[in-house]
């Protein structure tokens, strides 16, 4: 093994709903491959055990990232890998710890410079999937006189949205393991200008049969804040089961330029 392979540790957040469980496929090729991996479940998802109707801010939903950023040895950089709303976390870590993060690659995911000021963000990084009817549940921990706490996709809309393209292995795997999300902590969330964001190398992989992250959405949030490379799979929303082999490769390419940057 390299000396350069034995320093690279890939950090893989999940997106709104799901956990570490997610990249159960990629972390497997990864380490087969000598890499380092920590998958981490955000607070209120996976297996952590904090109830999502009791987050109410982005930083506290967070925590796990914030600890592991702040734990690492001063000498080593880590390559975030963020999917969907995972994306939010990524640009928060940037923002934050940008002496930390080797790269950040963007899984069919979020990637807001500024978090959602305008309402052009949100027309590019909010999903809209009321084409497909009244999909949430809802939970209304505060009372139902109070605004939603936390949200899930019904189960019998998850894999026509989500894994459409995903063995049905993966996706009954998901309908057992999704949680609700806490969706206070997510709503509006903005960064403020920390550390030197852009000195921290962006990739975006783009999922062309997605039906949560429209095209038109992926492709304005590239032009707003260009990344160094951009892939591009004809998956769904969730090529970590759908597609991959191809996930993984594309992970090494974007290894492979960072070698070749150095």
Request: contains cysteine; glycine residues 6%.
């Given at each position: ?13 999940h ?24 998958c ?5 998802s ?6 999502p ?9 967070n925590k ?15 390559i975030?890998?963020?999917?969907s ?10 923002h934050?710890?940008s ?19 305008t ?12 084409i497909?009817?009244?999909v ?90 260009p ?33 070749a940057?150095?």
């Amino acid at each position: 093994m390299s000396e350069t392979t034995e320093k690279l540790h890939f950090v893989m957040v999940h997106g709104f709903g799901h956990g570490a469980w997610c990249w159960y496929k990629i972390r497997s090729l990864l380490e087969a491959s000598d890499y380092k991996v920590s998958c981490i479940d955000l607070k209120g998802s996976g297996m952590d055990p904090s109830d999502p109707n009791t987050i109410f801010s982005f930083q506290d939903y967070n925590k796990p990232l914030i600890d592991l950023l702040s734990n690492l040895p001063h000498n080593e950089k880590v390559i975030l890998v963020g999917h969907s709303a995972g994306g939010m976390s990524l640009t928060f870590a940037i923002h934050r710890f940008s002496q930390k993060i080797r790269m950040a690659i963007y899984v069919a995911a979020t990637m807001l410079k500024h978090g959602f000021v305008t309402p052009q963000d949100n027309e590019n990084g909010d999903p809209d999937l009321s084409i497909y009817g009244d999909v949430y549940k809802m939970t209304y921990g505060l009372g139902a006189d109070q605004p939603p706490t936390s949200m899930i996709i019904k189960e019998e809309f998850q894999r026509k949205i989500l894994y459409h393209l995903s063995p049905i292995e993966d996706s009954t795997l998901a309908a057992m393991l999704v949680r609700a999300g806490p969706l206070r902590a997510l709503e509006g969330v903005q960064f403020r200008e920390g550390g030197d964001a852009d000195s921290v190398p962006r990739v975006f992989i783009k999922t062309l049969q997605d039906r949560v992250l429209k095209q038109e959405q992926q492709e304005a949030m590239l032009k707003r804040w260009p990344p160094a490379l951009v892939f591009a799979l004809e998956s769904d929303h969730s090529p970590f089961f759908s597609m991959p082999t191809l996930l993984f490769a594309f992970l090494l390419k974007a290894v492979a330029s960072i070698k070749a940057a150095t």
